[in-house]
């Protein structure tokens, strides 16, 4: 596609927002502000993490897009169609061969390496959001790292409900300094925001990016006798018996039958070629 | 067996195929043209020029049936292609005080210099169908006179000699562009008033009527509305001098707010300010509004706390493009989400229905 310049924007916007994201690497955590573009899919749909991608990304790229974990669903197809089409990349569905992943409320399963660039899509960058709706303000709270207020809303979690009651997009402390909003992948994969990889978050619609370093120590808040807890459903996949994995329940009938299977598509997939066996693997058939 | 749900691909292209199909309708009926469009249902292709912040109504009439009449739809397509545009420079300022008006009206003064103009406007007709236009009749030719080249002078300038409207200082300061720089709170009178001009029309209009019903009011006059063509000039270097590269159509409305003065001004009227492209009364109206609702600090009054008065909630949610799309991104799959909280929920009620029977119990 001739028409638009190697993904999409032109050249100046790119220099723009990498300017934005090495200023995020530099003050990890940090949500800096850029002037985000009107991108041909709707806000709220990831024009942040592809504008963050577009930035980065090079003709020598491999470029793998998921969406809750899978490789298929509808707008990671839609995003990944995308680049194909403007920077005609070669893109992957496997975790280990892509350079650059665009990611909407996941953290593959894979362990990451320096290699590798994970662009996350942000909603609302915000962590103190919802306790305080006005930017003006919590820019200032940022500024005076007074974060006191996220305390008292997961003291009062536990006071109500014996939980901390966020069970994803749980807030971190990020190099002892900044609270930041991981975007909303389930609690279970905070543990693995501290990567070798360099991890982007972007942000279209409310005009912020941010960024995780590699190695960079990245903390789930909690309390001592409250301590984080990444949990996730208690089963194995039904598919790959994985017991450490993210899972998705599936309804199978209207009798309560349910399933259990590995967010995360092509990790379970490249499981299973392994001869990893679940629940409801089809039966070995007779060599 | 549940198989992993493949397919998405080619469910989205038969899906877009489908849209295509339903987009053209019963084709023995004949196919809209764009320039029909543009001529017949012009207001549409204003307000999509006006939100889309780009004046271009064959690009807004190919939008318009692009999006099948979804006019924020609409409005999407025309902002993505506009942000693709290179900027090749700046025009100077246009000079509506010199625009050949087809429509001015003032509802300050009974007459004026220049003359009240109705102009082609809805005001006064009689809203009854009009079933001459089911039968697709001709539309008898409208009566025509001689074009008056008259000055319209501006009816705020009227006050403006007596002292007794609030001056607005002249400033060469460079404006900021929204649609090039992130939005930072607070913002100045010459933001507020980009972001409110591309603003969604009900939104601007709800927050608007919002003033009148008492939430922040500011006793609002329509000092004057004009409705017309103005030359659009850019200085070329080459040259050294401005020429006339165009003309476009604005709509703009002047307000003339009753104050009673504040601690820091004495009384006198104050202003509100819209401009819109194309025909857009509505839209430029309710923006002149809005734009005086938020000029209350720089006029020491009281912030009321009212929603009109507040340009951080203001002018974050009134942009259409940005709310519909995180309003409608719900629909896209959230069931990594959705999970998790499924099993914090399940773990909390176990926990409470345990403490339920404990107390039972004893």
């Given at each position: 596609m001739s028409d638009y310049n190697f993904a999409y924007l032109d050249e100046q916007t790119k220099r723009m927002i990498r300017r934005a994201i090495l200023k995020g690497i530099a003050v990890p955590g940090y949500q800096v502000p850029f002037a985000s573009r009107e991108m041909p899919m709707p806000y709220g749909w990831g024009t942040g993490g592809v504008q963050v991608t577009a930035a980065c990304l090079t003709p020598e790229d491999t470029l793998k897009v998921i969406d809750q974990g899978a490789d298929d669903t509808t707008n990671a197809v839609s995003i990944r169609k995308f680049f194909e089409k403007t920077a005609d990349v070669a893109t992957t569905e496997h975790t280990d061969k892509a350079s650059v992943i665009q990611t909407r409320h996941r953290i593959p399963e894979a362990p990451l390496t320096s290699d590798q660039i994970l662009v996350y899509q942000v909603p609302i960058p915000e962590p103190l959001r919802f306790l305080e709706p006005r930017e003006t303000e919590t820019r200032k709270m940022h500024a005076l790292e007074e974060y006191g207020l996220m305390h008292v809303k997961l003291y009062e979690d536990i006071a109500r409900h014996g939980n901390i009651a966020t069970a994803y997009a749980y807030p971190v402390k990020v190099e002892g300094r900044y609270v930041m909003d991981p975007s909303p992948i389930p609690?279970?994969?905070?543990?693995?925001?501290?990567?070798?990889?360099?991890?982007?978050?972007?942000?279209?619609?409310?005009?912020?990016?941010?960024?995780?370093?590699?190695?960079?120590?990245?903390?789930?808040?909690?309390?001592?006798?409250?301590?984080?807890?990444?949990?996730?459903?208690?089963?194995?996949?039904?598919?790959?018996?994985?017991?450490?994995?993210?899972?998705?329940?599936?309804?199978?009938?209207?009798?309560?039958?349910?399933?259990?299977?590995?967010?995360?598509?092509?990790?379970?997939?490249s499981r299973q070629a392994q001869g990893h066996r679940g629940r409801l693997s089809p039966k070995e058939t007779a060599a | 067996?549940?198989?992993?749900?493949?397919?998405?691909?080619?469910?989205?292209?038969?899906?877009?195929?489908?849209?295509?199909?339903?987009?053209?309708?019963?084709?023995?009926?004949?196919?809209?043209?764009?320039?029909?469009?543009?001529?017949?249902?012009?207001?549409?292709?204003?307000?999509?020029?006006?939100?889309?912040?780009?004046?271009?109504?064959d690009l807004a009439a190919l939008a318009i049936k692009q999006s099948r009449g979804d006019l924020i739809e609409a409005i999407f397509l025309i902002r993505a292609y506009r942000t693709t545009l290179p900027r090749i420079g700046h025009s100077t300022p246009v000079d509506t005080g010199a625009m050949a008006c087809d429509r001015r009206i003032s509802a300050t003064f009974k007459d004026a210099p220049g003359g009240q103009v109705l102009g082609p406007t809805f005001d006064y007709t009689h809203r009854l169908l009009d079933f001459k236009l089911a039968a697709e009749g001709e539309v008898p030719e409208a009566a025509t006179g001689e074009a008056q080249e008259r000055d319209m002078p501006r009816i705020t300038d009227f006050l403006n000699r007596e002292g007794l409207i609030q001056d607005e200082v002249r400033s060469d300061e460079t404006p900021p562009d929204m649609t090039r720089q992130p939005m930072d709170y607070p913002a100045n009178r010459a933001l507020r008033l980009q972001a409110l001009t591309r603003g969604d029309e009900g939104f601007v209009l709800g927050m608007a009527y919002s003033t009148q019903r008492g939430y922040g009011r500011n006793h609002p006059f329509v000092g004057e509305l004009r409705i017309g063509t103005v030359a659009v000039e850019m200085d070329i270097p080459e040259l050294g001098f401005a020429i006339d590269i165009g003309e476009i159509t604005l709509t703009e409305c002047e307000t003339v707010n009753q104050f009673m003065g504040s601690k820091t001004e004495p009384p006198q009227f104050t202003r509100?300010?819209?401009?819109?492209?194309?025909?857009?009364?509505?839209?430029?109206?309710?923006?002149?509004?809005?734009?005086?609702?938020?000029?209350?600090?720089?006029?020491?009054?009281?912030?009321?706390?009212?929603?009109?008065?507040?340009?951080?909630?203001?002018?974050?949610?009134?942009d259409n493009i940005q709310a519909t799309g995180f309003l409608e991104h719900i629909k896209l799959p959230h069931y990594v989400d959705f999970q998790s909280e499924l099993e914090l929920i399940r773990k909390v009620r176990a926990e409470a229905m345990a403490h339920q029977h404990k107390e039972a119990a004893e």
């Open positions: 609690k279970f994969d905070n543990p693995k925001l501290e990567s070798p990889a360099i991890q982007l978050f972007g942000a279209g619609r409310e005009q912020r990016i941010y960024a995780i370093p590699p190695h960079t120590k990245v903390v789930s808040l909690d309390f001592e006798d409250y301590p984080f807890d990444p949990s996730k459903a208690d089963h194995p996949c039904d598919l790959c018996g994985a017991s450490h994995t993210y899972l998705d329940e599936v309804i199978t009938d209207d009798a309560g039958g349910r399933m259990f299977v590995c967010s995360d598509t092509d990790y379970c997939a | 067996m549940y198989v992993a749900v493949k397919g998405g691909e080619r469910a989205i292209d038969n899906a877009h195929d489908w849209l295509a199909e339903e987009r053209r309708g019963d084709t023995s009926i004949a196919e809209l043209s764009i320039a029909q469009i543009r001529e017949q249902l012009s207001l549409a292709v204003n307000r999509v020029m006006a939100e889309g912040s780009l004046y271009d109504p509100g300010y819209g401009l819109t492209f194309g025909q857009t009364e509505r839209k430029a109206i309710s923006m002149a509004l809005v734009d005086r609702a938020l000029r209350w600090k720089e006029l020491g009054e009281d912030n009321e706390g009212a929603p009109a008065q507040d340009e951080e909630f203001v002018l974050s949610h009134a």
